[in-house]
Every structure is written in structure tokens, then in C-alpha cells.
């Protein structure tokens, strides 16, 4: 029987992130008839620009830059593609360069500095293509005057080991960055604009989404301050420096609405976790499965998430709801981590160990978290597979499932029991999908 749902897990899955595959949401997304690009709502004339260029940075670089060279062929002049390492391909056009995730490296500072100098030499006849996905705010990071790369490195894994949310990540990020909140589509006047975004962010805020470079920016520096005074963060003398001048009006804010720069400039989303969902949810219907999505919007800490998950499987066996049996229960998000051990794992291995606690003992069922991006935390794993069995198979292993989630040590749990994920890059990010899946006893 476990097999049986693995099997159809997987199958859930591998249909859902085909789905939000980057390079057929760039085809879906922008329609050729002759020299006439239809994106949207609006309508480009290729051949009245002088040049085309595309600048694509985050993990689904290469497949959105690659059918943007399909679409446009020999009419794409120039640019570049900035993507995560491991996570690079061949383009013909465009130079490919591998930068660090999720804490920015110097190849970042290096990427976002060409592209700097790539935008001065644009013009008002000029059309530039900005392909946006998640990972895009640690891949190019061009640290404002004064602050080092250690600042914003330092600051950013703090905030990830406090719990942050990626709100609250990018919040700090766009006024320590040049190129975020907006600064890049500001780098990009007077030339027209258009970016095409692949959201990795609960809700699709295009302003959060790799933090927003190319939207007017709505946090401030007095978000930038609300946030180091509830996390109780110590700041660099840099940092501390540049937050005090931002409140003060020393320095000027990221760019907002007001003014010309985003006039020329279309924002439009491609792709996100709630396609996917959809998709998984025809997958769940084939199958056979009485199938409910109950959110692509799931946040918060991820073992009190798995408690959610472990409170529906518990009442599906019990009394056959909130649907009857066999049921799938799907959903999408990024939910957080809060670091208190020196273990290695991920939000969505942190979840599946939590939920495999929570369902002890319990029959037929099976919980599948895995990142769409293909890593989940910084492990080679995508997520893992969770079971009524799983505390068990680790005791059988010499493993304490409790002590080791207390320890942050979910990746070594399921590595040792033969339960993770791994598929390698996908192409894609959408955040994460979640597969609960409750099968009557046979």
C-alpha cells in the first residue's frame, strides 16, 4: 500500500512542477505573429527597436533566457543569464554566470555590476527583457555605497537562522542593494521594459518577488527598522550607519510610483505555485483520489505546519473528512524554519519528520514536501517522504526521530532510512507542494 501511494505521490508531483516548467510558461506568456509580441495586455513592435536585450537572474535563468532566444531568435541581441551554481546551461546568445544562494558570494557583486554597466550603454529605442525568478535577490547583489558584501551576508543569515520571512529577507535586502525595490528598473531607463516573473512568494507580491527590482518598492527604511528591533538584530557600523541615514533622509529610499521610471516598464507573472497546484490536482483526479487544495498560500513554522497536515490525516481515517476515502489533500507555500541545532536538512524535511512524529502508528497514509526548485535548505535533497512507519524505520536505525528535529537533523534522519527526495535542479522554483494522501484499508 505504501508503495502504492509513493508511487502516486510522485506522479502528483512530477505533474505539477512539468507545470510551472520555466521555459513553457515564458512560450505560454509571450505569443509571436510576425514582428508583433503579444504579452498581456499589451503588444510590442520588435522591429521598431534598435536592439532587444534580455537580463534573466535567479534558479530558472537558463530555461526562461532559452525560450526567450526561441521566441525572439537573431532578433535577441545581447545579455545575460545569472542562476545559481549547479543550476547553469548553454544559451546562444546570452552570457551565462553562476552566482551564490541563498547567501549572495562575490560572483553576485560581479553579476550585478555587468549588468549595471550592460543597462548604461541602453537607450529610448532600446527594449530590454528582464526574466525574474526566485533566487533572483541573493544572485544579484550590488551592495549600496558603503556597505560591504560581508554586510549584507552577515545581516541575511541572521535573519534566516531568527525565522524571517522572505518579506521581511527582502525588506532588509532592497535598501542594502542598488538593484532592488525598483533600482534595476531605475538602472533601465529610459529604455522600454518588460519583465517576465516566475513567483516563488506566498501570494505573488511582485515587489517581493527576488525583491522586487524592477516594481516600485512599497517598505521603507522605517520597515528596514521595525524589522532589526523585533528580531533584536545587532547591525555592522555600516549598516547601523545607512539605516540612520535612511531615517533621517539623508539618503534617498528606494524608488516608489511616483515619477516616470515604471511608466516604461510592464511587470507580468508567467508562472506560480497555484499552477502547479492546479495541475496536481488533475493528476490526484485521474488517479482515482477525492482530491481538495487547501492553499498555495501555506506559511508559517513548518512543524507547526506538519501539525495542520498530521490533525487532516488523523481525521480522515477517524470519520472520512474533510472528504472521503481515498482522499489528496494538497497544498503550496513556503513555510519557515526557526535554526536551533547544528543539523543539516530543509523546510519541507523539517516538515515531513514533524508530521511523521505527529502520525505515529497511523495506517495508509503518506505525506510527500518537496521544493519545486529541486533543493530544499541547503542539502541536495528536493524534500522527503513521510509515513506512519517513518519513526519507526529510524529507531530500526538507531535514530531518535524527536532528537534529531530537535537538532535540525532532518536530512541525515531521511537519508539514513532511505526516505528523501532527490531530483536535482528542476529548472523551476514556486516555493514547495505538499501531497497528503489518505487511502482507505484495503
Known amino acids: 500500500m505504501l508503495n502504492d501511494l509513493r508511487s502516486d505521490a510522485m506522479g502528483i508531483i512530477s505533474q505539477a512542477i512539468a507545470a510551472v516548467d520555466p521555459s513553457a510558461c515564458v512560450q505560454r506568456s509571450v505569443k509571436r505573429d510576425g514582428d508583433l509580441l503579444h504579452i498581456g495586455s499589451r503588444s510590442y513592435d520588435i522591429s521598431s527597436y534598435n ?50 544562494h541563498p547567501i549572495p558570494d562575490d560572483n553576485g557583486v ?77 538602472m533601465a531607463y529610459p529604455s522600454e521594459s518588460v519583465s517576465l516573473i516566475l513567483s516563488d512568494v506566498v501570494g505573488d507580491p511582485l ?34 550607519g545607512l539605516l540612520e541615514d535612511g531615517l533621517e533622509g539623508v539618503i534617498e529610499d528606494t524608488p516608489k510610483s511616483e515619477g516616470p521610471i515604471f511608466e516604461k516598464c510592464y511587470n507580468f507573472l508567467v508562472g506560480n505555485n497555484f499552477l502547479a497546484l492546479r495541475e496536481a490536482e488533475k493528476k ?21 505546519v506538519a501539525k495542520v497536515f498530521a490533525s487532516i490525516a488523523k481525521e480522515e481515517r477517524r470519520r472520512t473528512i474533510p472528504l472521503p476515502l481515498p482522499v489528496c489533500i494538497l497544498a503550496g507555500g513556503e513555510p519557515t524554519v526557526t ?57 530500526d536505525a538507531h535514530m531518535d526521530a524527536r532528537v534529531m528535529i530537535q537538532h535540525n537533523n532532518s536530512y541525515q534522519f531521511f537519508k539514513d532510512i532511505g526516505d528523501l527526495l532527490v ?3 528542476t529548472g523551476t522554483n514556486v516555493m514547495d507542494i505538499y501531497v497528503l494522501l489518505v487511502r482507505e484499508d484495503l
Do not use: W
Open 51 to 100: 536592439n532587444i536585450y534580455a537580463v534573466a537572474f535567479g534558479k530558472a535563468a537558463i530555461p526562461m533566457a532559452s525560450a526567450l532566444e526561441d521566441i525572439l531568435g537573431g532578433q535577441l541581441t545581447e545579455g545575460y543569464a545569472i542562476t545559481k551554481y549547479g543550476f547553469a546551461g548553454s544559451l546562444k546568445r546570452l552570457t551565462v554566470m553562476e552566482a551564490g
Open 110 to 186: 560581479l553579476a550585478a555590476k555587468k549588468v549595471r554597466d550592460f543597462l548604461e550603454k541602453t537607450g529610448p529605442r532600446d527594449l530590454i527583457f528582464f526574466l525574474i525568478s526566485g533566487g533572483g535577490s541573493a544572485l544579484m547583489t550590488l551592495p549600496r555605497k558603503g556597505i560591504a558584501l560581508s554586510d549584507i551576508v552577515n545581516l541575511t543569515d541572521k535573519l534566516l537562522r531568527v525565522g524571517a520571512t522572505i518579506d521581511e529577507v527582502n525588506t532588509v535586502r532592497k535598501h542594502l542593494s542598488a538593484v532592488k525595490g525598483g533600482g534595476l528598473a531605475k
Open 207 to 240: 515587489d517581493v518577488i527576488a525583491s522586487g527590482p524592477t516594481v516600485p518598492d512599497r517598505s521603507t527604511f522605517d520597515d528596514f527598522h521595525e524589522i532589526v528591533l523585533r528580531y533584536g538584530l545587532q547591525l555592522s557600523p555600516a549598516v547601523q
Open 284 to 304: 490526484a483526479n485521474e488517479l482515482g483520489y477525492n482530491t481538495l487544495v487547501l492553499t498555495s498560500s501555506l506559511a508559517g513554522e513548518a512543524r507547526e
Open 339 to 395: 535554526l536551533k541545532g547544528r543539523g543539516k536538512g530543509g523546510r519541507c524535511q523539517e516538515l515531513a519528520l514533524s508530521f511523521a512524529i505527529e502520525t505515529e502508528g497511523l495506517e495508509n497514509i503518506l505525506l510527500l514536501a518537496a521544493a519545486t526548485d529541486g533543493n530544499d535548505g541547503p542539502t541536495d535533497a528536493a524534500g522527503a517522504f513521510a509515513d506512519g512507519y517513518t519513526v519507526e524505520k529510524g529507531q
Open 423 to 425: 531530483t536535482g535542479p
